[in-house]
């Protein structure tokens, strides 16, 4: 598994699995499924409901925690909610410490927010600490108010929406572009069957849904496709066996719509920063 190494020096693995909207109920049977099939890189969130079921397949797997790299996201404001939060976090995975804490929206209080992690930072309950959804001037505005620099951004990134104007920001910075809804969530369809991304599949002998994949990765995007159908768990897994070339890579470039396909949140659009 490839990694990429954040600016506090923790590693990450480059792909791993998603489970929003995954059923709480069901969750624990989808991640250890994936676990058996490889992934090292869980994501979750307060808001999934799925963080006990992640727990629940890492205890039940052979593996030892230190083999994973659970990632969750925070859904409170300000510095008391946030603290507490994180320890109920904790409880639900029952492990003393996650791999990465991300502020999961730019919240009216983010800066107390960040207050909480960064503690949590300083306290080994979290090995590294970052931002999701967060645009230039959010995170300008948190580094001028902060002491820990945040290792990463998960922002939608796909196709269609390929973050040209963020990335050289963030690259600049050194903080980790991570990619959610790598595939389109439900305009994965569209993008799937467009005749260049077929015409690549064909060439490499994969999936349209691989060489969308292998196309974040091969461009140092860490990316967490969702899936709960095993068959396309393991393919978006094995998207990594295979590479594209730099021309290929560029011409999928043609495809950036510069906008979001859920328009949220709005302070994501590219012409607010
Ligand atoms: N930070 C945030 O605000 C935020 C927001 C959204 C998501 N996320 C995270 O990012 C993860 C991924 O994003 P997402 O779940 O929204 O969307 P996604 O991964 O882009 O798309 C998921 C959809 O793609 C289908 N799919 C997956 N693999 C496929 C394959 N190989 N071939 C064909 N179809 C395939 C899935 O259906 P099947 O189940 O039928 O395969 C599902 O309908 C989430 O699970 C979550 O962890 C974060």
């Known amino acids: 598994?490839?990694?990429?190494?954040?600016?506090?020096?923790?590693?990450?693995?480059?792909?791993?699995?998603?489970?929003?909207?995954?059923?709480?109920?069901?969750?624990?049977?989808?991640?250890t499924n994936a676990i058996n099939l490889g992934y090292r890189s869980i994501d979750t969130a307060q808001v999934y409901g799925t963080e006990p079921g992640v727990g629940e397949a890492i205890a039940n797997s052979d593996l030892n925690r230190e083999q994973?790299?659970?990632?969750?996201?925070?859904?409170?404001?300000?510095?008391?909610?946030t603290k507490q939060g994180l320890d109920e976090s904790l409880t639900r995975l029952g492990s003393d410490y996650y791999d990465l804490v991300l502020i999961h929206w730019p919240t009216a209080h983010r800066l107390e927010t960040y207050r909480a992690l960064e503690d949590a930072y300083q306290a080994g309950k979290v090995r590294a600490i970052g931002l999701s959804n967060f645009n230039p001037n959010q995170i300008d505005d948190l580094l001028a108010n902060s002491h820990v620099k945040p290792v990463i951004d998960q922002v939608e990134t796909h196709l269609f929406w390929q973050q040209t104007k963020l990335r050289p920001y963030l690259a600049a910075q050194g903080i980790v572009h991570e990619a959610w809804a790598p595939l389109g969530e439900n305009f994965g369809r569209e993008m799937m069957n467009l005749p260049a991304v077929?015409?690549?599949?064909?060439?490499?002998?994969?999936?349209?849904?691989?060489?969308?994949?292998?196309?974040?990765?091969?461009?140092?995007?860490?990316?967490?496709?969702?899936?709960t159908n095993v068959k396309?768990?393991?393919?978006?897994?094995?998207?990594?066996?295979?590479?594209?070339?730099?021309?290929?890579?560029a011409s999928l470039r043609q495809f950036d719509r510069g906008h979001s396909i859920k328009d949220w949140p709005q302070s994501m659009r590219e012409d607010r920063y």
């Open 198 to 227: 077929k015409a690549l599949a064909e060439k490499h002998h994969v999936t349209s849904a691989q060489v969308l994949l292998r196309w974040l990765t091969q461009q140092g995007i860490v990316t967490i496709p969702k899936s």
């Open 68 to 81: 994973f790299f659970v990632t969750t996201k925070t859904q409170t404001d300000g510095y008391a909610a």
């Open 1 to 31: 598994m490839q990694n990429v190494t954040f600016n506090n020096g923790v590693q990450m693995p480059i792909l791993g699995y998603g489970t929003f909207q995954t059923p709480p109920a069901i969750t624990a049977e989808n991640v």
């Open 232 to 249: 396309h768990v393991a393919a978006n897994l094995a998207s990594l066996d295979f590479s594209l070339t730099p021309d290929e890579i």
